[in-house]
Each structure stands twice: as C-alpha cells, then as structure tokens.
C-alpha cells in the first residue's frame, strides 16, 4: 500500500468556521431546490446562489477554478449538471424540463474556511428508476456518515458505499472522488466512493472530508462532454447522480457541517 498523504487536522474552532461556511451552503442549495421546475434555467439557478453567497459574505468557490486539462475557468457560483452530465455541469439558459434530474454542486469560502455539498434534484415528473438512482446515491452518502468513526479504515466505508450502489444495479464513477477540505476546497486525502487500497487513509477525529458520491444508472464510464473539458458526462448517456456533505470527524462520529445545524 503507497503510504497515504495525510490530512491535516482541524481544531473545533477550525470545525465551526467550517460549519458557518456549510450553513452559507446549505442555505444555497435549499433555496435552488425550490427553484427546480419546468421552464427554470440553470443560469437562474446560478444567479441567485451567487447574490446569496456575496450577501451572506462569502465567495463561491469553483468560479475561476482553472486546470490544466480545461479551457477556460469555471465561469459560475454552481455546477449543475443535468441528466447524463455527471458533474461540472455550467449553468446554462437552457431551461429545465420535467422529466430531468439536475445535480447542483455549490463551494463557499467564508472568514478563510470552506465548506462544500451538492444534491441532485427532480423536475417536475421523474421516472421510478431515475428516482431509485437519487435514492440509492443519497443512501451510500449516509452510509458514509452513519460508518465514520475514528480509526477505521476509510476502505471499509468505501466499501460499504460500493456495494450498496451496485447492488441497486448502477455503478460507482472512479475518475473523480471526494477530498478533504479545510482552509482549501481540495486539501488531502483524497475520498474514493469505491475500494481503492492504494488510497487508503485511517479516520481520526479533527479530519474534514467532503464525501460525495457519483453514481451511474448505467457503467461507471464517464467522458468529457465537448473540449472545455469542464462537463463530465456518462459514456453510456443514461443518468447520473451526486449528493455530498462536509464531514467532521469527531470522537463520536460523523459531524455534518453541510446539513443546515
Ligand atoms: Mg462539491
Ligand atoms: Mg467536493
């Protein structure tokens, strides 16, 4: 096993900035999901998370973000991505249709500390098996909470995230993965949603993990939409999901500083 790059812990003072970034968050992504109808475009979506964040006085974190695989920086306060579009979905005036799923990413920096989550949403009137592949995603991100307890191998988790996914029939993405998070967005380790040996860490109280599943209805491929190499889309073109917190962990457990306390 590579030896893993660990992450640096975070004291209860660094945990509770981390939490008022999270409430800025969440405060975000439960005022876009009431959004989330027929005839509402992503734009809108993105328009009204950035006046909440700069009112809140925070800053979006992913606008600007520039690798060195993309074309361009990421232009908006929010990924959204919809359909078979996996994540980094950019906001676009294409309006949503009842019948689409779109999974809302949103990152803050507030008073020098992040917090980063995303949830995927149904417009108006979604299929069962669409419906099923929310479900089963949202589920393998609380079996992650309900399983975080110091000392325990991050791959124990992973693993019980994995299964639960394919059991439901739909496959884990590996090309991307959750991370830690702290005064960065993307601090280490870095959090597979699968068993991966060479990536494993051992949980201790004081980490910060932002653990996000993304799930395929069909094979785990995924591919770049077009050559921004921002959109990130199933291969097979059937749907995808994401749901994410930041976590804490504490002698106890799970801390959630995404979930709104
Ligand atoms: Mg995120
Ligand atoms: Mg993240």
């Known amino acids: 096993m590579r030896r893993p790059r660990t992450a640096r812990l975070k004291s209860p003072e660094e945990v509770e900035k981390i939490r008022r970034a999270g409430r800025v968050v969440y405060a975000v992504l439960r005022r876009v999901a009431q959004m989330a109808e027929p005839g509402v475009s992503t734009a809108e979506m993105n328009a009204v998370a950035e006046a909440m964040i700069r009112e809140a006085g925070a800053e979006p974190l992913f606008k600007g973000v520039q690798t060195r695989q993309t074309a361009f920086p990421f232009p908006a306060a929010l990924c959204t991505s919809v359909n078979d579009v996996v994540v980094h979905g950019i906001p676009s005036e294409r309006t949503l249709q009842s019948g689409d799923v779109v999974s809302v990413d949103c990152g803050v920096r507030l008073d020098g500390y992040c917090g980063d989550s995303a949830t995927t949403l149904c417009v108006g009137t979604v299929a069962p098996e669409v419906?099923?592949?929310?479900?089963?995603?949202?589920?393998?991100?609380?079996?992650?909470?309900?399983?975080?307890?110091?000392?325990?191998?991050?791959?124990?988790?992973?693993?019980?995230?994995?299964?639960?996914?394919?059991?439901a029939g739909f496959s884990v993405v590996r090309e991307f993965v959750g991370h830690g998070i702290g005064r960065e967005m993307h601090e280490e380790p870095k959090i597979p949603n699968y068993v991966d040996r060479r990536q494993d860490f051992m949980l201790q109280a004081g980490m910060v993990l932002a653990v996000e599943p993304m799930v395929n209805m069909g094979s785990a491929g995924v591919q770049y939409a077009d050559g921004t190499n921002w959109p990130v889309v199933t291969a097979d073109g059937r749907y995808a999901a994401h749901f994410e917190h930041t976590i804490a962990v504490t002698d106890a457990g799970a801390d959630v500083l995404t979930d709104g306390r």
């Open 131 to 167: 419906r099923r592949l929310l479900e089963v995603t949202e589920e393998a991100l609380w079996i992650a909470v309900e399983g975080i307890r110091p000392r325990r191998w991050w791959s124990e988790i992973a693993g019980a995230m994995q299964a639960h996914v394919e059991a």
